[in-house]
């Protein structure tokens, strides 16, 4: 049973399409959040969501929305793809914001590729 | 601003030796966390150990050890015994406390040589 899951594992589109990644947690956790790894491995943060509330937003293009319906589930929604977007995208959760710092359970990524 | 360096794009070790990997970090903030991860090819981020900066007791956990350095703003990795299962990337990161997320290093690659 999956702790954290994301779908779909990949995803190849063309430039200017628009795509959705949705991530469930099934630990009970309040915090979930949203990191970008880039071709070079870096990873870095773009949102999170407390008890589906919004408490991060990094500098990120208006053209990735975030939702969360409840607290279980954070999606990623992308609209006019870019060439730049493609990247593994990750989701992760926390029991509670604070609860970050005894680790992050992750998703397995979503490998987007712009073509 | 926190930063965290890893200066070692690119590690290697014996099968059964010692490696230690390394990390460095600046924050002006008392209290925070450091973590280091796996990655393997498989994707999927491991958690490996973690370290709280008020401890100054290094976190171990099984072969993985830390060399928390509070002072120097330092956090290696040394991982004993190796096997052919820790090749992966390695990341480090840094959570303030209260700042709610992580600033992660850019890795370094450990191959482990049969």
């Known amino acids: 049973d999956t702790a954290v899951s994301q779908t779909p594992k990949y995803l190849v589109t063309q430039m200017g399409n628009d795509k959705s990644i949705k991530c469930e947690q099934n630990?009970?956790?309040?915090?979930m959040y949203w990191y970008k790894q880039d071709s070079k491995k870096f990873l870095k943060i773009m949102f999170s969501?407390?008890?589906?509330?919004?408490?991060i937003n990094e500098t990120v293009p208006n053209r990735f929305s975030p939702k969360s319906p409840d607290k279980a589930h954070l999606n990623l929604h992308i609209n006019s793809l870019e060439l730049g977007d493609s990247a593994v995208y990750f989701c992760?959760?926390?029991?509670?914001?604070?609860?970050?710092?005894?680790?992050?359970?992750f998703g397995s990524g979503t490998r987007l590729t712009v073509v | 601003a926190q930063t965290v360096t890893q200066s070692q794009p690119e590690m290697s070790v014996q099968e059964a030796e010692t490696v230690t990997l390394s990390c460095t970090y600046d924050?002006?903030?008392?209290?925070?966390?450091l973590f280091w991860y796996k990655q393997p090819p498989s994707r999927q981020m491991i958690l490996v150990i973690r370290?709280?900066?008020?401890?100054?007791q290094n976190a171990t956990e099984n072969r993985f050890s830390v060399n928390f350095q509070k002072a120097a703003k330092s956090f290696s990795l040394k991982i004993s015994d190796s096997q052919l299962g820790d090749a992966a990337m390695y990341f480090c990161?840094?959570?303030?406390?209260?700042?709610?997320?992580?600033?992660f290093g850019t890795g370094t690659r450990l191959k482990v040589l049969a």
């Open positions: 992760a959760s926390s029991q509670s914001l604070s609860g970050g710092s005894y680790g992050y359970t």
């Open positions: 630990l009970g956790h309040d915090t």
């Open positions: 969501y407390n008890n589906k509330e919004l408490i």
């Open positions: 924050t002006s903030e008392s209290d925070y966390y």
């Open positions: 370290q709280e900066a008020y401890k100054q």
């Open positions: 990161a840094y959570s303030g406390s209260g700042t709610y997320k992580y600033i």
